[in-house]
Structure formats: C-alpha cells, structure tokens
C-alpha cells in the first residue's frame, strides 16, 4: 500500500505564499517523478509543476517564475513553494507521483488534494 500525504493549503491574500508539502509513504520499491496538479471548480484538472528523479523541472506557463517544486528524495516529499499568489491560483491542489510499489507495477499514484483559496 502506498500513500500521498499532501499539505499546506489555506486562504492567502493576492500575492502571498503558501508552501504546499507532500509525503509518500509506505511499501515504497522506487518513486520517479513527483509533481502537484490543480483543479478550479468547473474546470479540468492540470498539471503546475514536475520534478524527475534526477531533478529536471517541467512548469505550466501560468506559474513559471512564480512557483518553485522540490524534493526530498531521502524523505520521499515533495514542495511547491507558491509566491507572488493571483485569484486565479485558486484551486483544489493534488499532489501526484509516478510510483512503483513493492506488490505492483508503476503506475500513478495521487494526495487527497489540499484547497488553496486566494482572496482579499
């Protein structure tokens, strides 16, 4: 069994911060990559950001420059630092790893989601 563990959503004013963690955890043979994705209401879900097992980072055009992902391979965590935050960042945030357990193929595997709501 393996499990996301994501956190570190909250309500924040135009162009706060929020740190969003993320844990995996469990009969854990290998993780390759990690990344968060977000949902607004009515609208589908989309990737923010990626970060491979080596490091390499992907970003959506919206939050490049804004955004940083990062990770802790000894730990299995991964962190969006979100800075400089818009209305529009509003979402349901989910943490997503690509993930090969010790009873299973690789395959993906997803946080429970974390609300990160931006409003004055």
């Known amino acids: 069994q393996v499990q996301l563990v994501d956190s570190g959503g909250g309500l924040v004013q135009p162009g706060g911060s929020l740190r969003l963690s993320c844990a995996a955890s469990?009969?854990?043979?290998?993780?390759?990559?990690m990344g968060w994705y977000r949902q607004a209401p009515g609208k589908e879900r989309e990737l923010v950001a990626r970060v491979g097992s080596g490091g390499s980072t992907n970003y959506a055009d919206s939050v490049k420059g804004r955004f940083t992902i990062s990770r802790d391979n000894a730990k299995n965590t991964v962190y969006l630092q979100m800075n400089s935050l818009k209305p529009e960042d509003t979402a349901v945030y989910y943490c997503?790893?690509?993930?090969?357990?010790?009873?299973?193929?690789?395959?993906?595997?997803w946080g429970q989601g974390t609300q990160v709501t931006v409003s004055s």
């Open positions: 469990g009969s854990i043979a290998s993780i390759n990559a």
């Open positions: 997503w790893s690509y993930i090969r357990s010790n009873y299973e193929r690789w395959r993906d595997y």
